[in-house]
């Protein structure tokens, strides 16, 4: 995993950060939106811990929450009418979510760790980029708002990052705008950005769903290497785990804002334990794993103003008995750090 | 960005043409005989009417006309009104008004109706926000002519904060003739501001900005307002022939010695050079004035530049 180094101790929001604890760790987050119609319960009970050099990769149909949590432990939910209802996010065994005792709520309240300690990649480099401004320009406010860098000093420090992200000619190109880049160029710049100020977590969400096959492996390849250079662990929101599987160290697995089973990847491929993971490889194809059928997970993602009773996958699940619309499936170890939120997982797994 | 500004300058020469061609023929086929109207009720003896058709080429074919004409304005002439003063000096005398009435308008516009878009956008959906859209909606609803007379009859006789009629005290005495030409597109900027704002605040990018750390400052009034002002300044540059149509009603309201009322009064003295003068001398004005605006936004959106 190459060499992880480990950052000195320093202050974050008035509390020190521990230096052994570990990267990130969420624990029991809710988020929900609360809108004219309901409230919208976007993530339902999400915790994971990501360790320094690790990869955890998210995964989820579309709507299951995986970009609502990524924005809670930034800290950038639409507020209102996102709030935070429970639970707690720690970097470095600090806090950064404090109860805020009029709402009820959680606000985020270590903005200094934004973009500068946890940094994060977008889906969309061509909308996430400000169309108006050139993209050295977008790369160097990172080293002139938080290291208070000249203009000067910022525009080298934007080439060098371009030149690491490996945008070719990067000198010449730094005085061009986003829409006169290629897809996957405009997805480099992004990295460069977020990686800017020598993150110690990035979160990356969907980082090659806008790009075409042969470039999506191209941008993977660079973060894993990135990341090898720099021991910083890397959160990869996908709903696709093919694109990640020669990267990700860990996956869970995200349904209705709920952690529905986590596992190493070679865990997860080789040993689904859970209906609903199951149902998402049978969607993809992928040649090194033996699948009979090529099918959709039958049904609709759940309504969040709605969501079903007792495990919130039983309509959907062919499993599904009484038992299961009724109470709700904590996560069972099925195997060491191999989780499962089914009460049948032993069925699956028996199945394959 | 030159070969830009060299297409937007060549797309003008149609539209010159096109537009003072235009005002040319409406103004030639207005109801009436000018030069019977010249002499009042005792008609004039026949060499004289035709030495006057002569002179001001009546007799000739309208396209004739007005290739006479358009050529003479090119080269600064804008012929002379049936007295024979030149149009170009009652422009000179006129237009001082008429381009400070505008500025002013113009600059209410942009500072009062830019912030309260802006604010309201930014507080969307609290009371600020609330107070901009009923009132602008108030503000479109009415008419030019009838805001004028209440400013008149509220700020003027009522309250005697401002003068409501002629030019005698400088740009004071343009302070509520400005504020009433500019109301309308005021109105229609602080709008059309805040919605765009508040559609920009939910843009990518702007997540991207805050996900970068950014204070919320440097998140509105760095990365957002430069996008939202796109469509504002689009507008803005439509509006300048607002102002300058508006400046006619305006001016006549409030009795202003501006290019606006000499309209006014060449149209009831059925002036034809000095109607047809005028509005040529706007259309290059508003020309002008669009080719900056297509600049300024070529400037604030890189991608335009291209296209
Ligand atoms: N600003 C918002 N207001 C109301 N609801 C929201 C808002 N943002 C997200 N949601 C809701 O939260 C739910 C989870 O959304 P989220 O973006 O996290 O999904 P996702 O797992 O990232 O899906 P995708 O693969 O489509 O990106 C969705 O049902 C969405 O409708
Ligand atoms: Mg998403």
Partial sequence: MGFLRVKKSEDLGGSSADPTAPLLEVDNLHVEFRIEDGTVRAVNGLSYTLGRGETLAILGESGSGKSVSAQAVMGILDTPPGFVTQG??????????????K???YDHVVPEVR?????????????????????????????????GASRKEAKEKAIEMMERVKIPSARERINSYPHEFSGGMRQRVMIAMALSMDPDVIIADEPTTALDVTVQSQIMELLAELQRETGMGMILITHDLAVVADVADRVVVMYAGREMETAEIDDIFHLPSHPYTLGLMESIARPDVHVDRLTPIPGTPPDLLAIPSGC?????????TERCPKEVPELESVNGSHSSACFYWKEVQVEL | MGRYLIR?????????FGAT???????FVMPGDPIAALSGDKPLPPDVVQALQERYHLDEPLYKQYGIYITNVMQGDFGTDFRGRPVVDLMKDRLPVTIRLALLAFFFEVVIGLTAGVVAGVRKGQFFDSLVLISTLIVIAIPIFVLGFMAQIVFGVKLGWFPISGYRQGWFSLMLPAFVLASLSLAYIAR??????????RADYVRTAKAKGLNNRRVIGIHTLRNSLIPVVTYLAIDLGALMGGAIITETIFNLPGLGRAVFEATQAQEGAVVVGIATFLVIVYMIANLLVDVLYGVLDPRIRYE
């Avoid at chain 1, 946890?118 to 996430?128: G, N, S």
């Avoid at chain 2, 937007?8 to 010159?16: A, K």
Wanted: a positive charge; charged letters at 15%; glycine letters at 4%.
């Fill in chain 1, 103 to 105: 709402s009820k709520t």
């Fill in chain 2, 8 to 16: 937007r300058v060549l797309q003008f020469i149609p539209v010159f």
């Fill in chain 1, 115 to 147: 973009g500068t300690r946890i940094a994060m990649v977008f889906q969309d480099a061509l909308t996430a980029l400000n169309p108006v401004y050139t993209v050295g320009w977008q790369i160097g406010e990172m080293f002139r708002v938080h290291q």
């Fill in chain 1, 312 to 320: 919130p996958f039983h309509p959907r699940c062919t499993y599904a």
């Fill in chain 2, 192 to 201: 059309l501001s805040r919605t765009s704002l508040v559609e920009n605040l």
């Fill in chain 2, 21 to 27: 061609f235009l005002i040319f023929a409406l103004v």
């Fill in chain 1, 88 to 101: 707690s996010v720690k970097f470095r065994g600090v806090d950064l979510l404090a109860l805020n005792k």
